[in-house]
């Protein structure tokens, strides 16, 4: 990368999902970044319930409901315009495996398609950048282990709609690829074990005793907050455009993982794992669903990550601290 690509400066980034730990973490990454003149943080709830530091110069926090488009609109060509925001960074989507329904959809996939058709014909921004999920990946015994770009879709009707929500929002994005006037990134990312992501598996290992079906030790790859942010920074000052698989610094077996955060590994018949789970969910609230995740506990599926590394220059380098390490 030539000296004269890395210092281009950019006047404007906005940043949705400002409450998230990634929102968080990117808006405070891309303050310390000089290339960057001003961070636009879009919330759902008031900036003394998001950000510590939502005073902070350069930056601006807007509270905006991203399922009503009128504000979407108001949000872009008010605040957005004014600041000469180039990069939009989209992060919003709803956490939780439990949440569901048309409020969902229409934040996971309206506010998508809208944001993308605001951006279409904003007068300043430029690139689109969509934070998207390794989840949209098909996993089986007769895949590769090593998921490309090209990997299969999982386009299950009988997925649940956290991951069928997140593959619609992915697929209009790299439609609109060819389409649209604006340089759009995908950057499909390996699952941030840490809390507050909605990672299925932090809040699987949130249990003192982890079942696991019986005969099967899947290779998984996690990647950390450090390196997400890092990848979404690389996004922000690339020229290109395109899907990137992003991964993490982490690939290990189920079983050292569950060895690693300091828990109780039982393998038990895999017609067990449905219902155990099920009473989890019933009587201590917690999220993780098997049936969503029954495909990664019996096969592996790692990200491939050499496009990102020649293209954005991403590598991970961060591992997860695991407790027991």
Not at 131 to 134: H, I, L, P, V
Not at 305 to 310: D, I, L, P, T, V
């Given at each position: 990368m030539s000296a004269a690509r890395e210092l281009r400066k950019v006047a404007g980034?906005?940043?949705t999902g400002a409450e998230t730990p990634i929102g968080e973490m990117l808006i405070r990454s891309l303050l310390a970044d000089e290339r960057v003149g001003h961070v636009l943080a879009v919330g759902y709830r008031p900036?003394?319930?998001s950000l510590p530091f939502a005073h902070a110069r350069r930056l601006t926090y807007v509270q905006v409901d991203l399922v009503r488009e009128r504000r979407t609109h108001d949000l872009l060509f008010g605040p957005a315009r004014d600041l000469g925001v180039e990069v939009v960074i989209h992060t919003a989507m709803a956490r939780s495996a439990a949440a569901e329904g048309k409020r969902i959809h229409a934040l996971n996939v309206d506010a998508t398609r809208s944001l993308i058709q605001l951006c279409e014909r904003h007068p300043t921004i430029r690139r689109f950048v969509l934070?998207?999920?390794?989840d949209v990946y098909s996993v089986a015994h007769d895949l590769p282990i090593l998921i490309a770009e090209d990997h299969p879709l999982n386009l299950s009707s009988g997925a649940p709609q956290w991951i069928r929500d997140r593959v619609e929002a992915d697929l209009y994005a790299c439609v609109q690829m060819g389409l649209s006037r604006l340089q759009i990134l995908v950057l499909r990312?390996?699952?941030v074990l840490a809390p507050g992501t909605g990672s299925q598996?932090?809040?699987y290992l949130e249990s003192p005793v982890c079942f696991r079906p019986m005969g099967y030790d899947p290779m998984i790859n996690f990647i950390s907050l450090k390196d997400s942010t890092a990848a979404l920074e690389a996004a922000v000052h690339t020229d290109a455009q395109g899907v990137f698989n992003i991964g993490g610094a982490d690939t290990l077996p189920l079983s050292m993982c569950i060895d690693k955060w300091g828990r109780l590994?039982?393998?038990v018949p895999g017609s067990w794992m449905t219902p155990l789970y099920r009473w989890r969910r019933r009587f201590r609230g917690h999220d993780?669903?098997?049936?969503?995740?029954r495909r990664r506990f019996h096969y592996s599926g790692v990200l491939d990550?050499?496009?990102?590394?020649?293209v954005l220059g991403y590598t991970p380098s961060n591992p997860i601290s695991w407790p027991t390490s």
């Open positions: 980034v906005l940043v900036p003394e319930e934070r998207s999920y390794a990312m390996a699952e598996l932090f809040d590994g039982i393998p993780f669903r098997y049936g969503m995740n990550g050499r496009r990102a590394r020649s």
